[in-house]
């Protein structure tokens, strides 16, 4: 997660809403990415379908089981569907996301129990921290 955090930190300065996500697989990073969708125009490039697409193309493949995604910020209904389709094995969160979340907080995305691949959650893991990033950034907007 702390290697989420500083690719998010990274998005911030970039101008980025400050979400980072990271993909471990084997006990390794093998990829990284921070929100671009400003940088590229494009409305998928959240943090975590970067991770994803990246993973992909170092596997040669779409199902990235043994995959743990490790995100700043509680996935998207975008990014939680992509991560139930990729069949990753587990995803780890810091910040709940009260306005978008898709584990719980608005929906129920991750841990539907209608999927046909459940993905283990682990959530608040260096909350405060994204928590306070992501405040920070926005705070800095208005």
Known sequence: MLRALQVARAAGARGEVPVGAVAV???AIV????????RRGDATAH????????MARIIAGW?????????TLEPCPMCAGAMVQARITSCVYAAADPK???DGSVYDVLRNSR????IDVVDGVCA???AALLQGF???RR
Not at 115 to 118: E, G, I, Q, T, V
């Open 138 to 140: 926005f705070r800095a």
């Open 128 to 130: 405060d921290q994204a």
């Open 47 to 54: 943090a975590e379908m970067l991770v994803l697409r990246r």
């Open 100 to 102: 978008k979340g898709a």
């Open 63 to 71: 199902r990235l089981e043994g995959v743990t995604v490790y995100a």
């Open 25 to 27: 697989r084997d006990g």
């Open 115 to 118: 999927n046909n691949h459940r």
């Open 31 to 38: 990829a990284a990415a921070g929100n671009a969708m400003e």
